[in-house]
């Protein structure tokens, strides 16, 4: 059989991203009991960043001074998708989906995958699904794009994804066409941005995070769906520790 040697480079990026959920021997980190994101910290040495680090996400975004950032341009097209429900949340897995581009920076889009609630705070104000879309450069250093979701009509994009979303930790499923993460996004490209880090163990920092300021919509049967896994799979937010957010113009 031929090696698809791009799934497998892929696979291997994203698999970086999630917090050894590959090893069988890591602590077994999540959302309740005695392995709540308030212990993560606690669990292991790797993980230490959870509890020690000054610039942690998610955080509950403040009201923000415009400043003159630059412009959010995603440059993303259909690509071959994987769906994985990895027992923490489901990810999708892009072949080839294109690039974020912030100023003179470029991060290739890797994966994106779903909390619930969103991580996110806006002013307090809480949305009831979140979206992270991964992307890393050259260097790899990582960039997030977040979108929040708000109830109302069904999104269709939402549910190429969640028809194929296995029920099974550590299962996946190919979707039966190309995927153009563009279609999660809202018209606007206004944001906020904020240094911060991976919402899961190890709790990396040197994230840089953009968290799209207008929502998109779901149906309260999509969230329900989504919830029949994961009931709830959000870190609480975490101080700003002084950092700065800035909004866009």
């Not at 606690?42 to 509890?51: L, Y």
């Not at 003179?104 to 806006?122: C, G, I, M, N, R």
């Not at 190429?160 to 190309?178: D, G």
Request: charged residues 15%; glycine residues 8%.
């Amino acid at each position: 059989m031929k090696l698809n040697t791009g799934w497998i480079a892929l696979s291997l990026a994203c698999a970086s991203l999630s917090a050894l959920a590959a090893d069988p021997h890591a602590a077994h980190w999540g959302y309740a009991g005695h392995g709540a994101a308030p212990h993560w910290g606690d669990m292991q040495p790797e993980f230490a960043t959870c509890k020690l680090g000054k610039d942690q996400s998610p955080i509950d975004i403040p009201a923000a001074d415009k400043a003159d950032l630059p412009a959010l341009t995603l440059d993303y097209q259909a690509s071959a998708a994987e769906v994985l429900n990895n027992g923490h949340t489901i990810q999708v897995n892009l072949a080839d989906s294109g690039m974020l581009k912030l100023g003179p920076d470029s991060y290739k889009l890797l994966q994106f995958h779903f909390h619930t609630p969103a991580e996110e705070k806006v002013q307090g104000h809480s949305y009831p699904l979140g979206g992270h879309l991964v992307h890393r450069n050259e260097a790899g250093q990582l960039a997030v794009v977040g979108v929040l979701f708000k109830l109302g009509k069904a999104n269709p994009a939402l549910n190429k994804v969640f028809a194929a979303m296995p029920s099974k930790p550590e299962a996946k499923a190919a979707l039966p066409e190309s995927f153009n993460p563009a279609d999660l996004l809202p018209p606007s490209r206004g944001y906020y941005a904020y240094k911060g880090s991976l919402t899961t163990p190890p709790c990396s920092e040197g994230v840089r995070w953009q968290v799209l300021k207008e929502p998109v919509e779901l149906s309260k049967a999509q969230l329900a769906q989504f919830k029949k896994l994961y009931p709830m799979n959000a870190r609480p937010v975490q101080p700003l520790n002084g950092r700065t957010v800035q909004s866009s113009q």
